[in-house]
């Protein structure tokens, strides 16, 4: 028999997928340089050269059947270890090895983060605009995703609109900064005030409610800002983090969960990831993959690209009468549409080859999604056709 749940899911294509699918269809048609794709957040510049180093070293000098092995349960000590270690010199925690958890990038850390801290049947909140996989994660996980509304003035956290949702039935609080698809970095004052609110929460509740921050886009932040940590903030934090922004390997799948050393049962957070992969078939990332990025905790892809497509694309898109909140990190920008319905307004568009993702599908509707990782040569050709598109359809 078929199981119904996913054969029901099938109608619920992402709509980034099917504006990305629309591209490389109309990109074969007329040159895929032509197709303005906005669409996907795939990154646009190569992996470092110590990562790739790393990995002939590994495969030149290391024994295939250990290299190639299985990793243990609880993933490699060594590089555990040296993620803790990095995490300790950046942002003056005090992790060891025993609070780190390598997993097949972020979406398998949050996996096993929810799992870790939500019995089924409990509530996980996050903040609109929010990446659209979470519901399905969390709902995976046997639990319901509620979406506290936006302050689209500048998309900080509505802390009204926050503690009205938070219940007895509130698990965790699930965050993403910097925020795909705003774009926008939570200010350390926003973070200090969530981290208030938890902690009297958790006591008027009688339990503890997490944090869950999930944190694939930290090292790209704008204007020399710093990077957050909110495990800083808030010790019953668990932190989600994937590598595939900042050493551009989102085909690896590779990432981990970190427990902030003093959350509850802080001793008790990887063994217990560690019995999550074996219900959830997760057995472990590449050992050889693991191995690679511990030797490049230090570096980055050359990240300066990002800001420079933001920069450009911000001032075209003000110059052009949108409403947009300048990002304060990330890959992608997030303004108003020209109509109330982003959907229709994204529809139009594409015929001008411009590959846009209407807000509704991130909880926002009336805005869209812009991922500006494409050549800055592109991002630049692209203005002749949305000057052309708002001249059109807005202008006229």
């Known amino acids: 028999m078929i199981a119904q749940k996913y054969l029901d899911m099938l109608g619920g294509t992402s709509v980034i997928r099917q504006l990305a699918e629309w591209s490389a269809a109309r990109g074969a048609q007329i040159g895929y340089e032509n197709v303005f794709d906005y669409s996907l957040g795939n990154p646009s510049v190569p992996c470092p050269p110590e990562f790739t180093r790393a990995v002939r070293d590994l495969l030149d000098t290391e024994e295939p059947v250990a290299l190639h092995g299985y990793s243990p349960t609880l993933t490699i000590p060594s590089v555990r270890a040296a993620v803790a270690e990095d995490l300790n010199r950046r942002f003056g925690m005090d992790y060891t090895l025993d609070h780190i958890f390598m997993t097949t990038g972020a979406a398998g850390a949050l996996a096993h983060a929810l799992r870790c801290v939500a019995e089924p049947g409990q509530d996980v909140l996050t903040f609109a605009p929010y990446f659209p996989e979470y519901k399905p994660y969390v709902e995976g996980a046997g639990c319901r995703l509620r979406v506290v509304p936006p302050r689209v003035e500048d998309f900080q956290i509505d802390f009204d609109a926050f503690e009205s949702m938070l219940d007895a039935n509130t698990a965790a609080v699930l965050i993403n900064t910097p925020n795909n698809p705003s774009g926008i970095a939570y200010s350390p004052e926003t973070l200090a005030r969530l981290a208030d609110l938890l902690r009297a929460a958790s006591a008027r509740f009688g339990h503890h409610i997490f944090l869950i921050s999930d944190e694939p886009y930290r090292e790209i932040v704008f204007d020399g800002a710093a990077q957050q940590h909110p495990a800083v903030y808030y010790a019953d934090t668990l932190t989600c983090y994937s590598f595939s922004k900042s050493l551009s390997l989102p085909g690896e799948r590779i990432g981990y969960v970190a427990a902030n050393p003093r959350c509850e ?39 300066s690209v990002y800001e420079r497509n933001m920069r450009l694309l911000w001032d075209e898109l003000v110059g052009l009468g949108f409403t947009v909140v300048r990002p304060g990190g990330t890959f992608y920008i997030f303004p108003k549409a020209l109509e109330e319905d982003a959907v229709a307004f994204c529809r139009k568009a594409q015929a001008y080859d411009l590959a846009l993702v209407p807000g509704d599908t991130f909880g926002c509707p009336g805005y869209f999604r812009m991922a500006y990782c494409i050549d800055t040569e592109k991002v630049q050709r692209s203005f002749a056709a949305l000057e052309r598109f708002v001249k059109e359809q807005y202008r006229g």
Not at 268 to 273: F, L, T, Y
Not at 278 to 300: E, F, M, W, Y
Request: positive net charge; charged residues 20%; glycine residues 8%.
């Open 265 to 303: 049962m802080a001793d008790r957070i990887v063994p217990m990831c560690g019995q999550i992969s074996r219900g959830t078939g997760h057995n472990c990332p590449a050992s050889l993959i693991q191995l690679a990025v511990a030797r490049c905790l230090d570096k980055t892809s050359d990240l």
